[in-house]
């Protein structure tokens, strides 16, 4: 039985996943430095088979792509479920406030974005655990 609430929900978290795809696609130049950075500091680096700009793209098509899908209803908690190691991944990449000693206002950003990225998996997880 269709459920109006379900629909909306799932429309408004997927939609946070296909702006975030898109941006990250869009600005992918400017992304590549923090990326770099991030593989450098989890012993990553040379490690992947994709660079940093390449990553950049997979991870946001698979955003744009899983968030359209679970936003339109289809196979929703699938994709879910996909999006949830993207979310991670870009979290732990972008958002490393437990890195940033010396300025507080910076490191007030990124936990802020860490905890808007958290409540997205939260969205997520009740995506995933709610059956259609």
Not at 29 to 39: E, F, K, R, S
Not at 64 to 74: E, P, R, T, V, W
């Amino acid at each position: 039985m269709f459920n109006p609430g379900k629909a909306l929900g799932r429309a408004m978290v997927g939609s946070l996943f296909v702006y975030g795809g898109q941006n990250a696609i869009k600005n992918r130049a400017h992304l590549v430095p923090m990326i770099d950075a991030a593989q450098e500091r989890y012993g990553l680096k040379g490690q992947l088979p994709l660079t940093s700009e390449q990553l950049i793209q997979a991870n946001g098509a698979g955003m744009i792509a899983l968030g359209a899908a679970m936003g339109l209803g289809i196979k929703s908690r699938l994709a879910a479920i996909g999006l949830l190691p993207l979310l991670a991944a870009t979290t732990v990449s972008a958002h490393n406030f437990w890195d940033i000693k010396d300025d507080p206002q910076a490191r007030n950003q990124q936990m802020t974005a860490f905890f808007g990225n958290l409540a997205a998996a939260g969205g997520l997880v009740t995506v995933i655990m709610t059956k259609n």
